[in-house]
């Protein structure tokens, strides 16, 4: 009790100190000059995950003159305070506002996306997980060649910069020297380690590293960071030393309306990009291509904003089709959770430290960003593979992240980010169980009110309610855990709802955790597939699996969109692999140099 409220006061005055920096670094941030001078050779669209490692990599090529369009703003140095996530990243000023329609048992509400240079790895939860190897053996047994665990696994050595001795040792898996820095989480609470340790006693193995040879387990959980500050693609693609290339052009605040293709007789070429920037809307000519880069709701827009896709839902929006490709927007896939209330009830509160402390230590840090300062999303996570999972499919089919909250740590002082974390983690910390391959898919369409507006997002939240079955082994896991000496001796316990609907069902059956969901929930902010690659076979298939769009010439999509589905992890580290492949498709178009 006493935690909970000393974290509101401590949440409160927080607050108020950093809003006052967060106005000051938002006015700072805003781009008020347009400085594009086209044409150019590549113009990268949306400075994200995989966005800036393109721009990045291509701009390598001296006589390549790249050009980056991102709609948001520089980040701002608060920004690196993982804590913030949740909390201080969240507004309009860097995120895209977006609403889910009403579907399956989505009840239509917010989905976060950043809207910053870095994208979404700008805002998101830190984790840095490349899946397991059997997603990208699937992704190539689909027909698509050159992404194969083999092909890709260079590609994420080559971006990794491991923080960690023990880890970066294992050069199979390992690189150091890239630029994306990358560490396990820095510190991990007590009763983190005492859930992992009861999950290991429930029979998980456990596993020192979630990107090495072993996926499956409980494992701590790498994060996208350098010595505890967020470690953005941005931060890390997008260096002083890059930005100052002759070559490369960076404009923020500038919101892409379409791509411009050529009429005339033979296959359209993207000729030129229109976009929205500081000093008004604004027509850029381009020699090669158009690397769209705007991530699983926008590269579908703009796609069809420029005339590409389902001919009768252009046609119905008012976009005049210019190539009939049925397979944008659709095939919409995520990681998805049942809201269950499930908590793990904890026998020991953490220590905050005094306000005083706490409140000199963030003080300074938003000022001078100066000081040790380490924090955490989730700091261990479960992957296991259910009865359901096929005894072909080498993958897990379920994550359990464990934490369930934010917190921050400085030299000897710790805190939590909002008092909601306060609230449910110094007590208590959330259970949730994410279904990892879903067969469920939704889709993504034009509003017709204001095509140029947000996009209607269907995520068809367990529309295939089979997607639950996983889940509820997970939640037979997690009681199981309630038998556990170490949840004995240290006073843990479980606790769910149990609405008065559910009181007659069979306690830890299907129906019973089915009945405590109550119909609500939850795509998990990893959305995929909207611009799916594939094979000539696949009538769905958007891009071919070299990343260049069907029907057209000149544009190529780099972002979460080409996956054909879901990875067995959270997609940022994923994001950063597709953006180093695909410029190295283009260089070796071009007969350049790779590597
Ligand atoms: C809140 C949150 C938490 C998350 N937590 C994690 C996590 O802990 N670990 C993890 O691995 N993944 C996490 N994810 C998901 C992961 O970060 C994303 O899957 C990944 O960053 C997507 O990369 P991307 O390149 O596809 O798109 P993005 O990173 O979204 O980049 C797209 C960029 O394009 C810009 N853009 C869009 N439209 C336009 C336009 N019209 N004109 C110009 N620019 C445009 C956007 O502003 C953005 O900068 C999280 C996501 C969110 C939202």
């Known amino acids: 009790q006493s935690s909970c409220s000393a974290a509101s006061v401590f949440a409160t005055l927080v607050a108020a100190i950093v809003t006052k920096g967060i106005a000051t670094a938002q006015q700072k941030a805003k781009q008020t000059k347009d400085i594009v001078k086209g044409p150019y050779d590549f113009i990268v669209i949306g400075g994200g995950s995989s966005g800036c490692v393109a721009a990045s990599r291509l701009s390598e090529v001296s006589s390549w003159k790249v050009l980056l369009l991102e709609a948001g703003a520089e980040e701002p140095n608060y920004g690196m305070v993982p804590a913030f996530y949740n909390r201080y990243l969240t507004g309009p000023f860097y995120d895209w506002q977006y609403k889910t329609q009403k579907s399956g048992w989505d009840a239509g509400g917010s989905t976060g996306r950043g809207k910053i240079l870095g994208g979404c790895s700008a805002v998101n939860a ?3 997980t490349r899946g397991n190897a059997g997603d990208f053996d699937h992704w190539s047994s689909l027909g698509n060649t050159g992404w194969s665990y083999k092909d890709v696994l260079p590609y994420f050595k080559k971006s990794e910069n491991n923080l960690n001795p023990a880890i970066a040792s294992d050069t199979q898996y390992h690189g150091k020297g890239g630029p994306q820095d990358v560490e396990l989480d820095r510190y991990i609470d007590p009763n983190t380690q005492l859930l992992m340790k009861a999950y290991e006693e429930a029979g998980i193995a456990s596993i020192n590293d979630v990107n090495g040879a072993k996926q499956i387990g409980v494992s701590r959980a790498p994060s996208s960071a350098s010595h505890g500050e967020r470690f953005s693609t941005n931060r890390a693609f997008l260096t002083p030393a890059v930005r100052r290339r002759p070559n490369l052009t960076v404009q923020t605040g500038a919101t892409v ?43 579908p827009q703009i796609l069809m904003l420029s005339g590409i896709g389902p001919k009768s839902h252009l046609n119905d929006v008012g976009i005049k089709p210019v190539v009939d490709l049925p397979g944008v927007g659709q095939r919409l896939h995520d990681h998805m959770f049942a809201k269950g209330n499930v908590k ?16 000199a230590t963030i003080s300074q840090y938003v000022q001078k960003r100066t000081g040790p300062l380490t924090a955490t999303g989730n700091p261990a996570n479960v992957f296991f593979r259910s009865k359901f999972q096929k005894a072909d499919d080498p993958r897990p089919d379920i994550q359990i992240p464990l934490g369930g909250s934010q917190y921050l740590t400085t030299t000897g002082v710790k805190g939590c980010a909002s008092p909601e974390a306060a609230g449910t983690y110094f007590n208590q910390l959330g259970f949730n169980a994410i279904n990892l391959h879903p ?21 068809n939240v367990f529309g295939d309610e089979s997607d639950l079955k996983p889940i509820y082994e997970a939640f037979r896991l997690a ?16 606790s769910y709802n149990k609405p008065k609907q559910c009181t007659q069902l069979t306690f830890n059956s299907d129906e019973f955790w ?22 000539d076979s696949d009538k769905l298939a958007v891009v071919t699996p070299r990343l260049a769009v069907r029907g057209v010439e000149g544009i ?7 996956m054909p589905g879901t990875t067995s992890g959270n997609t940022n580290a994923v994001c950063v692999m597709i953006g180093e492949v695909g410029s190295d498709f283009i260089k070796q178009d071009y007969n350049v140099k790779t590597g």
């Open 514 to 535: 089915k009945c405590t969901f109550q119909g609500a929930g939850s795509a998990n902010q990893h959305p995929t597939s909207t611009c799916s690659m594939g094979p």
């Open 344 to 359: 793990f009830l904890l026998g020991k509160t953490a220590n905050l430290g005094t306000q005083q402390q706490i409140i």
């Open 479 to 494: 009681v199981k855990l309630n038998s556990t000496k170490v949840f004995r001796d240290n006073n843990i316990t479980l």
């Open 556 to 562: 190529r999509v780099m972002d979460a969109s080409v």
């Open 439 to 459: 067969k469920s898919r939704g889709h993504i369409l034009l509003n017709k009110a204001n095509p140029y507006g947000m996009p209607l997002i269907y995520h």
């Open 257 to 299: 309306r379409r791509i411009i293709l050529s009429s005339g007789a033979g296959k359209p070429r993207a000729v030129a990009v229109e976009y929205d920037g500081p000093q008004g809307r604004k027509t850029v000519k381009l020699n090669k291509a158009a690397v769209l880069s705007a991530g699983s709701f926008n590269s």
């Open 126 to 128: 830190l984790h840095f």
